[in-house]
């Protein structure tokens, strides 16, 4: 039943069958422009769905002009890498119409260094940049690090959620899909550049996510501060038929690259390999930078604590306790 | 001899004095040059593109030259400013030859030279807006050295520009050592310019090679590097998931 409110001329119209006393109809009108107002009232306070909401970027420019600063976050300037080793076996007659490629031994390496800064301080410096998705599937995160985390943890949980309801191992295209259409939204607010990396039913797969939400899918890939010098390394050494060993020592010299000619990335080589349901994490695979000392037996303190002199000072003569003294002195 | 360098806001019309007139921008760029110290002497391989912004406007831009009989110079960025130089160490090896004293500068003297006329003209807020990579024997010595646009000036083993620095150097490092042969260090620097290639936008598939040992300077003619583009992930990425990218 329409109530278009301009008389009861017009309802009467609408359902011929269907009558109405006067008291009625008018208390329907006004409920139906309650709802109306409503509605309109709740449309102007609910913000536009989706991305982030800058209302308060005016205060905070104004009060930066006053003299705030805005707190520093914490980067992770960084070398991540992935890559994807496929142990290929050729049939003899290799005309181009038939050879057949067989896949013996494949999967996903990724790397990443452990340097975390805060401009120009290195806060952390053994942390973990290769973060869990799902059983079959890691995501290493450059940029800020509370976002790769953040963006890493909703989008592990979004998957584990879909496990259960589907009851099916995660496919990669499915965290890559979730990743970057979180990542668009925000409009690349939320500065997380990932190299995703795993192995489901369709094969191994590597994709790298942009800020902004784009994507690639690569036989080898590279992000953060290092990646051009990791990249080097990979645009010189990749080839199709690694094998899992192979593989490794490609991706740790990527690293490394990035370790040593990036200033933004130091410290330990972490290496996660996943293959067809299996996965290893070889947390701190290589430490090229060592703790080193002058004496080459290194350092260490004496068990015992020895004592070499003793002197009291008793703390309660210095005290002086005026009795009846002024409580305050203005 | 005063070098005035004219922007484009100002023009002919407004040379009162009073507005000063230096280089803002570069125009014409060449990409990154590479130099190593090899068994016999110096290699340096640059690629002959010379882009207008982003376009590439000029494919047959010779950034190796040789300077005297013991030198070699190699420049990226604005080109016109590298002529400039070619022009001042042109007066500086004739005014050399004219002493004719069986004296002849070498590359550490051309390399010292070069850096103060760099580091001066960047006092003056006018630089020359170049990276150079000079490299020579002399007496059996071999020399290696680098200027940049503001006068940082070093000598090193081996040296990149521009680009170079970011995804050439982690390999030259690598990779390099001492009293490396001929045909070693050709593949290195290939290697190296096969990954500018790939990965740096104003690089261009043409490259001259130059190599000056205590003998004789040769420029090689211009070639192109083979690539591979041949990776099955390439060939159809979204296999799998059909209707993804």
Same mark, same amino acid.
């Given at each position: 039943?329409?109530?278009?409110?301009?008389?009861?001329?017009?309802?009467?119209?609408?359902?011929?069958?269907?009558?109405?006393?006067?008291?009625?109809?008018?208390?329907?009108?006004?409920?139906?422009?309650?709802?109306?107002?409503?509605?309109?009232?709740?449309?102007?306070?609910?913000?536009?769905?989706?991305?982030?909401?800058?209302?308060?970027?005016?205060?905070?420019?104004?009060?930066?002009?006053?003299?705030?600063?805005?707190?520093?976050?914490?980067?992770?300037?960084?070398?991540?890498?992935?890559?994807?080793?496929?142990?290929?076996?050729?049939?003899?007659?290799?005309?181009?119409?038939?050879?057949?490629?067989?896949?013996?031994?494949?999967?996903?390496?990724?790397?990443?260094?452990?340097?975390?800064?805060?401009?120009?301080?290195?806060?952390?410096?053994?942390?973990?940049?290769?973060?869990?998705?799902?059983?079959?599937?890691?995501?290493?995160?450059?940029?800020?690090?509370?976002?790769?985390?953040?963006?890493?943890?909703?989008?592990?949980?979004?998957?584990?959620?879909?496990?259960?309801?589907?009851?099916?191992?995660?496919?990669?295209?499915?965290?890559?899909?979730?990743?970057?259409?979180?990542?668009?939204?925000?409009?690349?607010?939320?500065?997380?550049?990932?190299?995703?990396?795993?192995?489901?039913?369709?094969?191994?797969?590597?994709?790298?996510?942009?800020?902004?939400?784009?994507?690639?899918?690569?036989?080898?890939?590279?992000?953060?501060?290092?990646?051009?010098?990791?990249?080097?390394?990979?645009?010189?050494?990749?080839?199709?038929?690694?094998?899992?060993?192979?593989?490794?020592?490609?991706?740790?010299?990527?690293?490394?690259?990035?370790?040593?000619?990036?200033?933004?990335?130091?410290?330990?080589?972490?290496?996660?390999?996943?293959?067809?349901?299996?996965?290893?994490?070889?947390?701190?695979?290589?430490?090229?930078?060592?703790?080193?000392?002058?004496?080459?037996?290194?350092?260490?303190?004496?068990?015992?604590?020895?004592?070499?002199?003793?002197?009291?000072?008793?703390?309660?003569?210095?005290?002086?306790?005026?009795?009846?003294?002024?409580?305050?002195?203005? | 001899?005063?070098?005035?360098?004219?922007? $484009?806001?100002? !023009? @002919? &019309?407004?040379?009162? #004095?009073?507005?000063?007139?230096?280089?803002?921008?570069?125009? +014409?760029?060449?990409?990154?040059?590479?130099?190593?110290?090899?068994?016999?002497?110096?290699?340096?391989?640059?690629?002959?593109?010379?882009?207008?912004?982003?376009?590439?406007?000029?494919?047959?831009?010779?950034?190796?030259?040789?300077?005297?009989?013991?030198?070699?110079?190699?420049?990226?960025?604005?080109?016109?400013?590298?002529?400039?130089?070619?022009?001042?160490?042109?007066?500086?090896?004739?005014?050399?030859?004219?002493?004719?004293?069986?004296?002849?500068?070498?590359?550490?003297?051309?390399?010292?030279?070069?850096?103060?006329?760099?580091?001066?003209?960047?006092?003056?807020?006018? $630089?020359?807006? !170049? @990276? &150079?990579?000079?490299? #020579?024997?002399?007496?059996?010595?071999?020399?290696?050295?680098? +200027?940049?646009?503001?006068?940082?000036?070093?000598?090193?083993?081996?040296?990149?520009?521009?680009?170079?620095?970011?995804?050439?150097?982690?390999?030259?490092?690598?990779?390099?050592?001492?009293?490396?042969?001929?045909?070693?260090?050709?593949?290195?620097?290939?290697?190296?310019?096969?990954?500018?290639?790939?990965?740096?936008?104003?690089?261009?598939?043409?490259?001259?090679?130059?190599?000056?040992?205590?003998?004789?300077?040769?420029?090689?003619?211009?070639?192109?590097?083979?690539?591979?583009?041949?990776?099955?992930?390439?060939?159809?990425?979204?296999?799998?998931?059909?209707?993804?990218?």
């Amino acid at each position: 039943m329409m109530i278009c409110g301009r008389g009861i001329e017009k309802l009467r119209w609408i359902r011929e069958d269907m009558m109405i006393s006067l008291d009625v109809f008018l208390f329907l009108l006004r409920f139906m422009r309650l709802i109306q107002i409503q509605m309109s009232k709740s449309a102007i306070d609910v913000p536009p769905k989706g991305g982030f909401n800058f209302d308060l970027c005016r205060r905070n420019e104004m009060l930066f002009k006053k003299g705030v600063q805005p707190p520093s976050f914490r980067k992770t300037g960084t070398t991540i890498v992935g890559l994807v080793f496929q142990r290929l076996l050729f049939l003899f007659n290799q005309l181009h119409s038939s050879f057949s490629i067989f896949y013996l031994q494949d999967g996903v390496i990724l790397g990443a260094d452990t340097r975390a800064t805060e401009g120009p301080i290195v806060c952390d410096k053994n942390c973990e940049k290769i973060h869990y998705m799902a059983p079959n599937i890691y995501c290493c995160g450059a940029g800020t690090a509370a976002d790769t985390e953040a963006v890493t943890d909703m989008v592990s949980s979004q998957l584990q959620l879909h496990r259960y309801h589907s009851g099916r191992e995660s496919r990669v295209v499915t965290a890559l899909t979730l990743l970057k259409s979180h990542l668009f939204k925000h409009q690349g607010y939320v500065q997380a550049a990932l190299v995703l990396g795993g192995v489901d039913v369709t094969g191994p797969h590597l994709h790298t996510i942009y800020p902004h939400g784009s994507t690639d899918t690569l036989p080898y890939a590279t992000m953060g501060s290092g990646s051009l010098a990791a990249m080097s390394v990979f645009e010189s050494k990749y080839r199709e038929d690694l094998t899992r060993d192979e593989g490794i020592k490609i991706v740790s010299e990527a690293i490394c690259s990035g370790i040593f000619n990036d200033l933004g990335s130091g410290s330990n080589v972490d290496i996660c390999v996943i293959t067809k349901g299996h996965k290893e994490y070889l947390r701190n695979h290589m430490l090229p930078n060592p703790r080193t000392y002058i004496s080459s037996k290194g350092f260490s303190f004496s068990k015992q604590i020895e004592v070499l002199s003793t002197k009291v000072t008793p703390l309660k003569e210095k005290v002086v306790v005026i009795d009846g003294g002024d409580a305050m002195e203005e | 001899m005063s070098l005035i360098a004219s922007t $484009p806001a100002n !023009n @002919s &019309l407004l040379s009162s #004095g009073m507005e000063s007139e230096r280089t803002l921008y570069p125009y +014409v760029t060449g990409t990154s040059v590479i130099g190593i110290k090899y068994k016999d002497g110096i290699l340096m391989a640059a690629d002959m593109g010379g882009s207008y912004g982003s376009t590439l406007r000029y494919k047959s831009v010779e950034r190796l030259k040789s300077i005297g009989k013991h030198s070699l110079l190699g420049a990226s960025g604005e080109i016109s400013d590298f002529q400039e130089i070619l022009r001042y160490l042109d007066e500086l090896i004739l005014y050399d030859n004219m002493w004719d004293d069986g004296n002849s500068l070498g590359p550490k003297e051309v390399h010292n030279y070069l850096t103060r006329v760099m580091y001066n003209r960047r006092n003056k807020f006018n $630089p020359l807006w !170049n @990276s &150079l990579v000079l490299g #020579g024997v002399k007496n059996g010595q071999k020399y290696l050295g680098m +200027v940049s646009m503001i006068g940082v000036h070093f000598e090193d083993n081996h040296v990149a520009t521009g680009f170079g620095n970011h995804l050439a150097r982690p390999i030259l490092r690598d990779e390099w050592h001492e009293n490396m042969s001929f045909e070693d260090a050709v593949k290195l620097l290939e290697k190296c310019m096969r990954v500018l290639l790939y990965r740096d936008r104003s690089a261009i598939n043409k490259l001259q090679i130059a190599k000056i040992t205590e003998e004789e300077v040769t420029i090689s003619q211009p070639y192109s590097l083979k690539t591979f583009w041949g990776y099955s992930a390439f060939q159809n990425p979204t296999k799998g998931a059909e209707g993804s990218w």
